[in-house]
Structure formats: structure tokens, C-alpha cells
T-cell receptor, first 114, second 117 residues
Framework: KAGVTQTPRYLIKTRGQQVTLSCSPI?????VSWYQQTPGQGLQFLFE???????NKGNFPGRFSGRQFSNSRSEMNVSTLELGDSALYLC?????????????FGPGTRLTVT | AQSVTQLGSHVSVSEGALVLLRCNYS??????LFWYVQYPNQGLQLLLK??????LVKGINGFEAEFKKSETSFHLTKPSAHMSDAAEYFC???????????????FGKGTKLSVKP
């Protein structure tokens, strides 16, 4: 099976702009989660989608949003970018079948805000 | 609520020496625990998982971890370090409630492993 894919891999944006990141989960996985990774804060949970519904959300401002499509692909959007949004954004998918809650991660999108 | 603490942000070992990376967890429900590895400029790769089937869990690349409920620990070990093991390692607990998954993993701060020749 193909792994989790994320596009683009690298992105440079200017403060105040908005950005959309894309994630394609492993085939058959219906849960998609997003994380932000920074040197200072480590790995922080953004939100999780399951069957096109956001089920859980981390402690991030409303500028961070996401959605999931019927084919389980997911996008996250960050509006009005700030310098502090520079980070590696990781997408993970999970089968959530039979009590197995492990998540499989994509390579990430490195966002730099200037 | 669940949380994870990794002791030691940096660990350095010699090639061929024992690798021991420490992880302690806190969980109000029976935990699902994981170790992930991250190489520079890459995503996270699952090394192994504990899902209550066996307390000693074997993973990829010769790593294993032992779940000790009495010590609330899930330390990662490898008998003999290789240069290729140099990476950052993250311990994580699944966000759970008795109704099921919360859809997230709670990560420790990570431990960077250096391997000296």
C-alpha cells in the first residue's frame, strides 16, 4: 500500500497570506489527523477528521481549519499567516479498526512564513 | 487525560553499545503506547506499539520496549547501536476515553540519539 502523501513538501509564504496543505491517507484509512511540529513546542495536535467530520480539535486559534472529503483526503488551511506559524505540518492516517489506534505519518509540509 | 514524559532530550552512545531511551506515561484509561522515530527532514515512522497484548513489544530495526504498569514506563531499548540509529525518538500515548479514540496522539518532547563511532 502506498503511504501517506502530503503536498506540497515545502512552502514559503508571506505574513498575512493564507495557505492550504493537502494530505492523502493510506487507502482504507478513514481517520486523518494533523499535527504542527516546531522546535520549541514539539508535536502539537491540530485536529482530527473521521468520515468528513471534525471529531477533535487541539488548542489552536480559529485561523487553523481543515476539512475532509468523501475519499478521506484532507486539507488544512491557515489564514492570515504569522511568523510563528513556520513549522513542519504533519498529516497522519489511522485505520481505527479493531482497537488499533496507531497513526501513520506522511513526510510533512515544511512551511516558512517570512 | 493522558500525558508522556521522556527523560533526557539528548542521549549519546557508542556504536555497539546498549541504547536505552526512557518514557513514562500517565493515563486514566488502559494506555495504548507507541514509539516513533524521525530522521532529519522526514515524517515519523512507527517503531513499535503496545496494545495490551504482551508487555514486551518487539519493533523494527532491532528495537523493543517493555510496558511496566507498576512503574508507568515504556522504555525503548536496543542491544547494539548502529550509526544509522542516530535520529530523534518520540514516545506517544493514544488519546483515549472509555468510548474510544480521540483521534490524536500525545507525544513526549523527543530524545535525540547520537551514535559515536
Amino acid at each position: 500500500k502506498a503511504g501517506v502523501t502530503q503536498t506540497p513538501r515545502y512552502l514559503i509564504k508571506t505574513r498575512g497570506q493564507q495557505v492550504t496543505l493537502s494530505c492523502s491517507p493510506i487507502s482504507g484509512h478513514r481517520s486523518v489527523s494533523w499535527y504542527q511540529q516546531t522546535p520549541g513546542q514539539g508535536l502539537q495536535f491540530l485536529f482530527e477528521y473521521f468520515s468528513e467530520t471534525q471529531r477533535n480539535k487541539g488548542n489552536f486559534p480559529g485561523r487553523f481549519s481543515g476539512r475532509q472529503f468523501s475519499n478521506s483526503r484532507s486539507e488544512m488551511n491557515v489564514s492570515t499567516l504569522e511568523l510563528g506559524d513556520s513549522a513542519l505540518y504533519l498529516c497522519a492516517s489511522s485505520p481505527l479498526v479493531g482497537g488499533f489506534y496507531e497513526q501513520y505519518f506522511g513526510p510533512g509540509t515544511r512551511l516558512t512564513v517570512t | 487525560a493522558q500525558s508522556v514524559t521522556q527523560l533526557g532530550s539528548h542521549v549519546s552512545v557508542s556504536e555497539g553499545a546498549l541504547v536505552l531511551l526512557r518514557c513514562n506515561y500517565s493515563s486514566s484509561v488502559p494506555p495504548y503506547l507507541f514509539w516513533y522515530v524521525q530522521y532529519p527532514n522526514q515524517g515519523l515512522q512507527l517503531l513499535l506499539k503496545y496494545t495490551s497484548a504482551a508487555t514486551l513489544v518487539k519493533g523494527i530495526n532491532g528495537f523493543e520496549a517493555e510496558f511496566k504498569k507498576s512503574e508507568t514506563s515504556f522504555h525503548l531499548t536496543k542491544p547494539s547501536a548502529h550509526m544509522s540509529d542516530a535520529a530523534e525518538y518520540f514516545c506517544a500515548v493514544a488519546g483515549l476515553y472509555y468510548g474510544g479514540s480521540q483521534g490524536n496522539l500525545i507525544f513526549g518532547k523527543g530524545t535525540k540519539l547520537s551514535v559515536k563511532p
